[in-house]
């Protein structure tokens, strides 16, 4: 199984402010991860996939990169809606696996 | 508009099934694999299973082998998950997914609201 380490567990930032998420893989995945957004009670979005790829209608504040063990995912300035969890999950191997998860919360 | 509802969720006690359904709607169903995937209160997501487009093919995490069920019935439009001898640590919100197409089909481009489903005495 591919394990899906997320750093840093919670991201106190405020609006305007850059953030940097992290997710590491053991083993390696090559490009294919994705990245997802979750708010309170609602369901997960999808943001990029294979490592880099902007989704239908996310802003371009929203950027992957990475392959290997090694991926992140970059907003740029924070804007108050994307306050939230969020989620890097791998299609290289069954079962999909996904990471515990990094918060970011407004600081 | 893409939309995918769940239902059937509900309280059942351990040892007892339950079935969910995902009612799809606004796409062509039987071009896309789907999925169940699970959010127990408060934790993180974790994939369960998944169908292929023609239901020739299924794939499941080890917790729910040989427990849960996938299936479809691409004429109504329709994703099931049929869940026996349930525990306590299958209690979560159910969500129901679409798979991006190929070669991105094991990504969630879609989500349902999601069902809740509790185990417990």
């Known amino acids: 199984e591919i394990v899906l380490t997320q750093s840093p567990a919670t991201l106190s930032l405020s609006p305007g402010e850059g953030a940097t998420l992290s997710c590491r893989a053991s083993p390696p995945i090559s490009i294919y991860l994705a990245w997802y957004q979750q708010k309170p009670g609602q369901a997960p979005r999808l943001l990029i996939f294979?490592?880099?790829n902007r989704a239908t209608g996310i802003p371009a504040r929203f950027s992957g990169s990475g392959s290997g063990t090694d991926f992140t995912l970059t907003i740029s300035s924070l804007e108050p809606e994307d306050f939230a969890v969020y989620y890097c999950q791998q299609r290289h191997t069954w079962p999909l696996t996904f990471g515990p998860g990094t918060k970011v919360d407004i600081k | 508009e893409v939309q995918l509802v769940e239902s059937g969720g509900g309280l059942v006690q351990p040892g007892g099934s339950l079935r969910l359904s995902c009612a799809a709607s606004?796409?062509?169903?039987?071009?896309?694999?789907m999925h169940w995937v699970r959010q127990a209160p408060g934790k993180g997501l974790q994939w369960v299973a998944k169908?292929?487009?023609?239901?020739?093919?299924?794939e499941y995490v080890d917790s729910v082998k040989g427990r849960f069920t996938i299936s479809r019935d691409n004429s109504k439009n329709s994703l099931y998950l049929q869940m026996n001898s349930l525990r306590a640590e299958d209690t979560a919100v159910y969500y129901c997914a679409r798979g991006m197409l190929a070669p991105h089909d094991r990504f969630f481009e879609f989500w349902g609201q999601g069902t809740l489903v509790t185990v417990s005495s």
């Open positions: 169908i292929k487009v023609d239901g020739s093919e299924e």
């Open positions: 606004g796409f062509t169903f039987s071009r896309y694999w």
């Open positions: 294979d490592a880099s």
